[in-house]
């Protein structure tokens, strides 16, 4: 109660007071004692008026404050604060000044929070916080996916729950101690590289999980690249560099001469060959070359690649047939007769004297296709599924014998890619391998 509204109150009785005593001279004492008991009575309830209107006041005053901080407990920015009873120290003002400063505080928070859920919900890595119990805490989208887990079932719930690995209970002690460690752990064909953390301040660890088996693969793949290239450029100019070095010394015939300058000359095309091939994979692989879009015939691109390689066939008996109906695609020309003569040339590199080797088009379950059939050796059921690999080889010594590179089926997987195409292999042992081009069903009019 402020001293103006005491002040008030205690003047009031007082008056009531004189006014009783005035009574009491004027009128007599018993008159005086009826004015001043009224006079107190009035009093009293003027005091009790303004001692209601006073709380009522307070309490709304408090209700106001109530609602202030509890828009502020919601994330909300709250509304100023006015009292209703005169602020003489400043009160309303100072508290006002410390729910703007706690409002832009809270918001600061909420911001920084938005952004790390947003951050930690799109990372391709598992992310998984533990506590000094070790139970998890967060569980993100990439790590449900990892370690095949749904969040709500592993929260709370020991690490063992997502990690299933007893080995990581060695590592989570050191962890724990301070230590930052990588460790990789390998499960169903997949190769998980595991960052362990801890969590300055607050406790526990922080584990990222990232798939690394593809990355594992390419490192290998590129490991194996690299050793076929070096065997691959070594062996003819390790040829090269002995019939040269031959022929320096001298002493050789003229019959020999000319059969040392022949074999510098195949293994020197062998060389040009390798190079170009291993340009145009790289090409390819880069994707720089965008294919060409236009009608083209399979029919005939395949006789022309078939008359191409007929004076070789013919020389060895093998007969080339190519049969089928008149469609075309949608595509690149370059790069479908690019597939076609790597086909070919590996049928009749493979296929027997006085063999057959049968081109074919056709349009079957919505696929427009063009096969390439050979009656040769065949390729064993293992070896099919990397026979697109670069330099992988059945038979080592026959394709030295025939001259390949090694990469040209690599090429003609790499070149169907590009366009869209499908390019798969059928074969058994003894008995000869079909290679089939398959389209979707993107065929053209019928060519004049």
Not at 362 to 389: A, C, H, N, Q, Y
């Amino acid at each position: 109660m402020s001293a103006r509204q005491l002040g008030s109150l205690s003047g009031a009785a007082i008056g009531l007071v004189l006014l009783g005593a005035a009574g009491w001279l004027l009128r007599g004492a018993q008159d005086g004692v009826v004015f001043g008991i009224l006079g107190a009575l009035a009093g009293g309830i003027a005091g009790a008026a303004l001692t209601q209107r006073l709380q009522a006041r307070v309490r709304d005053d408090l209700e106001a404050a109530t609602r202030a901080l509890g828009a502020l407990a919601r994330g909300e920015r709250p509304e100023r604060l006015y009292l209703a009873q005169e602020d003489r120290s400043g009160v309303a003002g100072r508290f006002n000044q410390e729910l703007t400063r706690l409002s832009d505080t809270l918001s600061a928070l909420q911001l920084d929070r938005a952004r790390f859920q947003a951050i930690i919900e799109n990372l391709q890595s598992g992310v998984v916080l533990l506590d000094r119990r070790r139970r998890v805490q967060v569980v993100n989208p990439a790590a449900e996916r990892i370690f095949g887990v749904w969040a709500p079932e592993v929260v709370e719930t020991y690490h063992l729950a997502i990690t299933h690995a007893y080995a990581l209970e060695s590592a989570l002690d050191r962890v724990e101690q301070g230590e930052v460690l990588q460790i990789e752990r390998r499960e169903d064909g997949r190769v998980l590289q595991i960052d362990l953390a801890p969590v300055r301040g607050a406790g526990g660890v922080l584990l990222v999980a990232t798939d690394v088996t593809e990355e594992r693969r390419l490192l290998e793949v590129r490991s194996q690249f690299v050793a076929n290239v070096s065997h691959e450029l070594r062996t003819p100019l390790t040829v090269i560099g002995g019939f040269a070095e031959t022929l320096l010394g001298g002493g050789v015939d003229e019959q020999r001469r000319e059969r040392f300058l022949r074999h510098i000359n195949d293994e020197t095309k062998r060389l040009t060959l390798l190079v170009d091939d291993l340009l145009r994979l790289a090409a390819l692989e880069s994707g720089r070359e965008r294919p060409a879009r236009a009608q083209v015939p399979l029919g005939e691109v395949a006789r022309a690649v078939a008359e191409r390689y007929g004076e070789s066939a013919q020389a060895r008996g093998i007969q080339v047939d190519v049969l089928g109906e008149e469609l075309s695609v949608r595509s690149d020309r370059d790069r479908i007769e690019g597939i076609v003569i790597s086909l070919i040339d590996n049928a009749v590199k493979y296929t027997q004297d006085d063999g057959h080797i049968r081109v074919e088009t056709g349009r079957e379950d919505g696929k427009v296709w063009l096969r390439v059939s050979d009656d040769g050796p065949g390729i064993p059921e293992e070896d099919l599924p990397r026979i697109f690999e670069r330099f992988y080889r059945v038979d080592r010594s026959r394709q030295r014998a025939t001259g390949g590179s090694g990469l040209g089926l690599s090429i003609a997987r790499h070149l169907a890619l590009s366009i869209g195409a499908e390019l798969n292999v059928e074969s058994t042992l003894g008995k000869g391998s079909t290679f089939t081009l398959a389209f979707s069903d993107m065929a053209g009019p019928k060519p004049a």
